[in-house]
C-alpha cells in the first residue's frame, strides 16, 4: 500500500511561525456578544485585516519568498493576484532586498494597486474575462529569469497562511468549528491543516460568495471543476477553479462549503464597522456574513473565524456600505 505526503504538514506550519516571528504581526482577536447573540455561540475573530500588507497574504508570501537561494533573490520574484498576495509578494520582496513584478487584473481595487506599486514592485495588467493570468505570469518569469510565487497553489505559501489558525489556537485554546474564506484555497489548505493538526474534532467551514462557488461545486463533484469568472464585490474570491494542490488538502479536510450572497457581505462590512470597529474588504466579511445569516447551520459553543482582510478604499467601502443598509 502506497502513502501520498501532502503538500503541508503541522510541523510545516510550525516551521513556517518560526520564520514569520518578528516578521508578521501576531494579529489580534477580538470578541463581539452581539455577534455571540447572533451567532448563538462564542465566536473567536483573528483579525488579519491587521496584519502586514492588511491581509493574511503576507504571512505565506514572506515563508515562499524567505526560502530563495541568494542567486534567485539577486534575479527577482514574479506573483500574480487580485490585489493582497500582489501587495504581501511586493512587501516581502522589498523586506529581502530584491524586486517584484506582479500580474494584476486591470479592474484589480484602484487601492490594491497603488499599495503594490508603494512597496516598489512593478505591475503588468490584463483582462481578467479574456486572459490567463497564470500563463502571463509564468511567460514572464521564464523571460526574466525570474522566482515565480503563486499566491495559493505553493505548499510554502499554504504553510505561511495556516499561521493564522495556529496562532488563533495558541491563544483561545480549542474551538469546535473555523471558519475561513474560500478563494484559491491556500488559506484554508493551511489552516484545516492548523486546526486538524492539533484537534482533529475541529470542524473545517470554508465560506464562498454565491457565484463564486467553484470549491463548493469541485468538493460536490469528487474533482476540480471550473465556473465561468464570478462577478462578486469579493474580488478575493473571484476565481474560476480551486488550485491543484490546495484542493488536494481541502477535499480531505475540508467539512462543508456554505455561501454568502454580495448582500449578506454588505451587511457583514457594515456590522463589523459599526459594532466592532473594524474595517473589512467584501473576501474578508464572508465567514462574518455566513454568521449573521445563519449560513453555517447548527454551530458548536465554540468557533473560530478567520478575517482575511481590510484592504478596501474608503469611497468602494462607502458606497457598499452604503448599498447594503437595510
Partial sequence: ??????????????????????????????????????????????????????????????????????????????????????????LAARELGTTAVIVMPEDAPPSKRAATAGYGAEIVTYDRYTGDRVAIAEALAAERGLALIPPYEHPHVMAGQGTAALELLEEVGEFGALLTPVGGGGLMAGSATAAKGLYPAIRAVGVEPETGDDTKRSLEAGRRVSIPVP????????????????????????????????????????????????????????????????????????????????????????ELCRSGAR
Avoid at 542567486?71 to 506573483?79: H, K, P, V, Y
Wanted: hydrophobic content about 45%; charged content about 25%.
Fill in 231 to 318: 462577478r462578486t464585490i469579493a474580488d478575493g474570491q473571484a476565481l474560476h477553479t480551486p488550485g491543484e494542490l490546495t484542493f488536494s488538502v481541502n477535499r480531505r479536510l475540508l467539512d462543508d462549503v456554505v455561501l454568502v450572497t454580495d448582500d449578506e457581505i454588505r451587511d457583514a462590512m457594515r456590522f463589523a464597522f459599526e459594532r466592532l470597529k473594524i474595517v473589512v474588504e467584501p473576501s474578508g466579511a464572508t465567514p462574518l456574513a455566513a454568521l449573521i445569516n445563519g449560513r453555517a447551520g447548527a454551530l458548536p459553543r465554540r468557533v473560530g473565524v478567520i478575517i482575511s482582510g481590510g484592504n478596501i478604499d474608503a469611497g468602494r467601502f462607502a
Fill in 1 to 90: 500500500m502506497t502513502t501520498t505526503t501532502p503538500p503541508v504538514t503541522l510541523d510545516d506550519v510550525r516551521d513556517a511561525a518560526a520564520r514569520l516571528k518578528g516578521v508578521a504581526h501576531r494579529t489580534p482577536v477580538l470578541r463581539s456578544r452581539t455577534l455571540d447573540a447572533l451567532a448563538g455561540a462564542e465566536i473567536f475573530l483573528k483579525c488579519e485585516n491587521f496584519q502586514r500588507v492588511g491581509a493574511f497574504k503576507f504571512r505565506g508570501a514572506y515563508n515562499a519568498a524567505s526560502r530563495l537561494t541568494p542567486e534567485q533573490l539577486s534575479r527577482g520574484i514574479a506573483a500574480y493576484s487580485s490585489g493582497n498576495h500582489a501587495q504581501a509578494v511586493a
